[in-house]
T-cell receptor
Framework: AQSVSQHNHHVILSEAASLELGCNYSYGGTVNLFWYVQYPGQHLQLLLKYFSGDPLVKGIKGFEAEFIKSKFSFNLRKPSVQWSDTAEYFCAAYYNNDMRFGAGTRLTVKP | NAGVTQTPKFQVLKTGQSMTLQCAQDMNHEYMSWYRQDPGMGLRLIHYSVGAGITDQGEVPNGYNVSRSTTEDFPLRLLSAAPSQTSVYFC????????????FGPGTRLTVT
């Protein structure tokens, strides 16, 4: 069955540190990939998405992600995190009407 | 636009009771879906619909029914509630499946005792 794996359950960083959250998917075909963020007490919001083309995609709030087809990966990065980035981050993959989310990574940024 | 609305926000049920979680969107989106969110498991797709009159099962459909009689509404029915259905339920919609951003509702926190 298709699946999405997020390697880190909880990440704790200090402000200005760099961030990389791992995401791997197991679909065999062409997939659409997403990163969503859920701030405390809020709805899920889209950070960025990848369908095709340049494998390095830029999203909102300074986030970017790189699609590496050979590794089935779509890691999320940010060069310098802020306290306001404290949230839960979800990777998702869409294939043939089936949308699968990873288990999520909780990011805590210490001021 | 109100976006995606869900009611109720909180609900407590006894085992065996049935209920319907309501979801509506006013963005004329074709694709609507229901997820449950459990700690450590992310969001899991329960049912989805690619348009009025069309529904299909997701990853965890057992114990749930859906219907899509209009573009706007996509209710989720729990037929006979079980403690394993204690969860937070999110409804989402997008213009087209898997292409456009999904807009999520505020969620319904359901407890089954």
């Amino acid at each position: 069955a298709q699946s999405v794996s997020q390697h880190n359950h909880h990440v704790i960083l200090s402000e200005a540190a760099s961030l990389e959250l791992g995401c791997n998917y197991s679909y065999g075909g062409t997939v659409n990939l997403f990163w969503y963020v859920q701030y405390p007490g809020q709805h899920l919001q889209l950070l960025l998405k990848y369908f095709s083309g340049d494998p390095l995609v830029k999203g909102i709030k300074g986030f970017e992600a790189e699609f590496i087809k050979s590794k089935f990966s779509f890691n999320l990065r940010k060069p310098s995190v802020q306290w306001s980035d404290t949230a839960e981050y979800f990777c998702a993959a869409y294939y043939n009407n089936d949308m699968r989310f990873g288990a999520g990574t909780r990011l805590t940024v210490k001021p | 636009n109100a976006g995606v609305t869900q009611t109720p926000k909180f609900q407590v049920l006894k085992t065996g009771q049935s209920m319907t979680l309501q979801c509506a969107q006013d963005m004329n989106h074709e694709y609507m879906s229901w997820y449950r969110q459990d700690p450590g498991m992310g969001l899991r797709l329960i049912h989805y619909s690619v348009g009025a009159g069309i529904t299909d099962q997701g990853e965890v459909p057992n114990g749930y029914n859906v219907s899509r009689s209009t573009t706007e509404d996509f209710p989720l029915r729990l037929l006979s509630a079980a403690p394993s259905q204690t969860s937070v339920y999110f409804c989402a919609s997008s213009l087209l499946a898997g292409v456009n951003e999904q807009y999520f509702g505020p969620g319904t926190r359901l407890t089954v005792t």
